[in-house]
């Protein structure tokens, strides 16, 4: 069987780390593609001498050319811009979804048959532009936000209860961004819901109230402290995780941004929700019953989705 093909479109720091865990973890040979001159090269080369020390052994490559993603069995996009003191949000979309036209329409001509994780934000709109300009099927399009929005509210649970972050599982809904929605009666330590642990005197509904709050400006908590540029680490690691649930068809159930066509009462939009990720790409949508507030607060998100589509098209009205 041939090795399988990682491509990795924009190799900036998320891209970078991208590169170095799928070659670590061996999901294939690495292809890192950027409009940057050198930088893409120069980081396939230094990740291809780790090699020979860590003891992996895949095929990394840097490059300009859409040609060199020829035929890769996953895709994952980071390419873009990041806001910048003085831009506004419509500044932002106007020139992502310009890279997005560019990566969809290379995607589109070199690697139709791949499942492709959208990274680039603003997420929700992006990937869903990117689904547009690309023409592949919608199960094969998905964005990665949840999973890196569940690990946050797991990690800061599992503080706060001192339990280890391995029994504690989360659930984060809806758009990615102030109105993501983290749902406390599904998360639980070792199944035991968090409502419950309130109860059980581990902590209150005020800490936890915290944490929730926490959760939903995490991002904007790391960009503060690093100053130059937002999270990596853990954004990169939930992707992969995405990746190889898609590559060895493991049908884990993940929250991921997926294209909705009615479940939650919402159609032709991308939101957060749980999916079953194997090797059909999106095998399943998961429609958990929420509770009033929660699906109040998921549909604000989706109402902020939607007006992010509307700008969208105003830009770009061939979408
Ligand atoms: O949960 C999530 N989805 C996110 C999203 C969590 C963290 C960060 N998130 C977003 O990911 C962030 O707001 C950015 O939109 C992306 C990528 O973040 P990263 O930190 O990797 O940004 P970099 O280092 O600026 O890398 C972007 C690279 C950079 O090297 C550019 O040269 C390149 O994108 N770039 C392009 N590559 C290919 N094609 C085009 N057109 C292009 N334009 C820029």
Redesign the pocket.
């Known amino acids: 069987m041939a090795r399988k093909k990682i491509a990795l ?7 970078g780390t991208l590169a170095h865990l799928a070659a670590s973890k061996e999901l294939g040979d690495v292809v890192l ?4 001159e050198g ?1 893409p090269e120069g980081k396939a080369l230094d990740l291809a001498q780790a090699g020979p020390v860590e003891g992996f052994d895949v095929k990394l490559k840097g490059t300009n050319s859409y040609k060199d993603i020829k035929g890769a069995d996953v895709c994952i996009v ?5 806001r910048k003191p003085g831009m506004s949000r419509d500044d932002l979309l106007g020139i ?1 979804l310009k ?1 997005m036209k ?2 969809g329409e290379g995607i589109k001509k070199y690697a139709p048959k791949a499942f492709v994780i959208c ?3 603003p ?1 929700d709109a992006m990937v869903w532009a990117l689904r547009e300009f690309s023409g592949l099927p919608h199960n094969m399009v998905v ?3 949840g999973v ?2 569940s690990a946050r509210f797991r990690h800061f649970l599992a503080e706060e209860f001192n339990v280890s972050v391995r029994d504690v599982t989360a659930f984060v809904l809806g758009g ?1 961004g102030d109105t993501m929605v983290p749902v406390i009666e599904y998360s639980t330590v070792a199944g035991i819901p968090v409502p419950d642990l309130i109860k059980m005197g581990w902590s209150t509904k005020e800490k936890i109230d915290a944490i929730v709050a926490r959760t939903r400006s995490g ?1 904007g908590e790391i960009v503060a402290l690093l100053k130059t ?4 680490y853990a ?1 990169a690691t ?1 992707a992969i995780e995405m990746a190889q649930a898609y590559l060895n068809d493991q049908k884990r159930l993940l929250p991921c941004a997926a294209n909705l066509t009615g479940q939650y009462g919402v159609k032709n939009l991308y939101v957060g929700v749980p999916v079953v990720i194997g090797a059909g790409g999106v095998e399943r949508i998961a429609e958990i019953k929420l509770n009033a507030k929660a699906q109040k607060n998921f549909n604000v998100s989706v109402d902020a989705v939607k007006e992010l589509l509307v700008a969208c098209k105003k830009i770009d009205p061939s979408l």
């Open positions: 479109i924009g190799a900036g720091m998320i891209g593609f950027d409009v940057a930088m980071t390419a873009g811009v990041a992502n890279v560019a990566v990274i680039t934000n997420l964005g990665m936000a890196l929005d990615h991002g540029g937002s999270a990596y954004p939930s």
